[in-house]
């Protein structure tokens, strides 16, 4: 009896040390390193109303806002992860048809890889700047501004994420939108 009382006091105390402190102690140095990444890279409206996180991409379909990558879980972050479909798959053969006809890509004006492929989780927030660039005519288009301009905005709001790493330079898509919508 003796045994099985030291056994529980020792599972209670691991799990004490390892659930509750542990954890504190997680969050409480993220929160000191940056509170920002830690609390979900939270966007916000002037209210103070939560307009979407930087790290999580969301849909936008309108033809004004500039389109996110494909998603296999439909922007869910509950449900992260890829669509687990082969790529013989007639379905990912049929999602990368519709996806080029949505964009009205052709062999002259060939679509950029992170516009017909979803990212490993599917929520990846950002795209290349050459997918962004790919579709400024019709955002520039539908909202009634010069082209050059908003390619312009595209390459402001580009960033190397990798460092000396790539040369790959990426745009988030939300926070592009979010720009667009203020001017």
Same mark, same amino acid.
């Given at each position: 009896?003796?045994?099985?009382? /030291? ?9 004490? *040390?390892?659930?509750? +402190?542990?954890?504190?102690? =997680?969050?409480? =140095? ?9 609390? #979900? ?9 939560? *307009?979407?996180?930087?790290?999580? /991409?969301? !849909? +936008? ?16 972050? !509950? ?8 790529? %013989?798959?007639?379905? =990912?053969?049929?999602? #990368? ?13 060939? $679509?950029?890889?992170? @516009? ?5 989780? #599917? @929520?990846?927030?950002? *795209?290349?700047? !050459?997918? /962004? ?15 050059? &301009?908003?390619?312009? $905005?595209? &390459?402001?709001?580009? +960033?190397?994420?990798?460092? +000396?790493? %790539?040369?790959?330079?990426? =745009?988030?898509?939300?926070? $592009?939108? $979010?720009?667009?919508? &203020?001017?």
């Amino acid at each position: 009896m003796q045994s099985l009382l /030291a056994s529980i006091r020792i599972a209670a105390a691991t799990m004490l *040390i390892c659930v509750a +402190f542990y954890a504190t102690a =997680v969050w409480a =140095v993220a929160q000191a390193i940056s509170p920002d990444t830690a609390n #979900g890279s939270l966007i916000t409206s002037k209210d103070g109303a939560i *307009i979407g996180s930087r790290q999580v /991409a969301q !849909a +936008f379909t309108r033809p004004e806002y500039f389109w996110p990558r494909p998603s296999a879980v439909d922007y869910d972050g !509950a449900g992260a992860g890829g669509s687990n479909l082969s790529p %013989t798959s007639s379905k =990912v053969t049929d999602r #990368g048809k519709e996806i080029v006809e949505r964009y009205g890509a052709t062999p002259a004006n060939p $679509l950029p890889a992170d @516009l017909a492929a979803a990212s490993g989780a #599917g @929520l990846d927030p950002h *795209i290349s700047e !050459a997918a /962004a660039v790919y579709q400024a005519a019709r955002v520039a288009e539908a909202r009634g501004m010069d082209k050059a &301009r908003l390619e312009s $905005l595209i &390459r402001r709001a580009a +960033f190397s994420p990798g460092g +000396f790493l %790539t040369k790959e330079r990426i =745009v988030n898509v939300l926070e $592009l939108n $979010l720009v667009l919508d &203020r001017l």
